[in-house]
């Protein structure tokens, strides 16, 4: 299964696609978590992207798309792209590497959540800095406030996911990212998702829409 999950900053992108990773066998691909990590291993790319995700922008598509192009080949049995492509020229990129390796997209799942409900659930966000996991301090706590219930490790507040970060993200989500729904649209492989519903109906959404055959 090759899927691209597109949407705004917390829309559930990541809680989805964990979800139906193991449900298609196929790999999680998180931009944002690889580049959180290797702005904790302070790599030359960690270093470079710092500045941007601080402020909330986008890290020049260059550097992404090199990213995506070295993770690709470990993961043969599929992916589910988690933050990525969020420009035009990033799905170009996309196109054309997927052209070379002979590969084709299955669907591109956008999930519509208006922005009140975003601002609310990222504020709410508390995150597994070890492996991306989240949960919402309202409506999916853990059971121990600030500690993860898998790992018992602390649980960490994004800076990013602070305020005047949250607004940013929106609006360069709205100037740079919303204008791939058109451009996956043409290409036949949008998929809309209400956003909104329970994880486990917009789980349910996903896999009725991507229909019987897609199974694992
Ligand atoms: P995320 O965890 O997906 O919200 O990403 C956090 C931050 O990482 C974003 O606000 C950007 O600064 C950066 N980032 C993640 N993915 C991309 C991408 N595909 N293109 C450019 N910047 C990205």
Known sequence: MRLIMLGPPGA???TQARILEERYGAAQISTGDILRQNREH?????????????????????????MVEAELP????????????????????????????????????????????LVRRLSARWTNPRTGRTYN???????????????????????????????KRLAVYQK???????????QGKLVEIDGLAPVEDVTQAIVAKLG?????
Do not use: C, N, W
């Open 74 to 117: 470990r993961h043969p049995g599929g992916f589910i792209m988690d933050g990525f492509p969020r420009t035009v020229a990033q799905a170009q990129a996309f196109d054309a590497l997927l052209a070379r390796k002979g590969i084709a997209l299955d669907a591109v799942i956008l999930f519509e959540v208006d922005r009140d409900t």
């Open 137 to 167: 301090a309202l409506s999916d706590p853990p059971r121990t406030a600030g500690i993860d219930d898998e790992d018992g490790g602390p649980l960490v507040q994004r800076d990013d996911d602070k305020p005047q970060t949250v607004e």
């Open 176 to 186: 740079q990212t919303a204008p791939l729904i058109d451009y996956y649209k043409r």
């Open 42 to 66: 302070q790599t030359e790319l960690g270093k470079t992207a710092d500045g941007f995700m601080q402020r909330g922008e986008l890290v020049p598509d260059d550097l992404i798309i090199q």
């Open 12 to 14: 559930g992108k990541g």
């Open 212 to 216: 019987p055959d897609a199974a694992a």
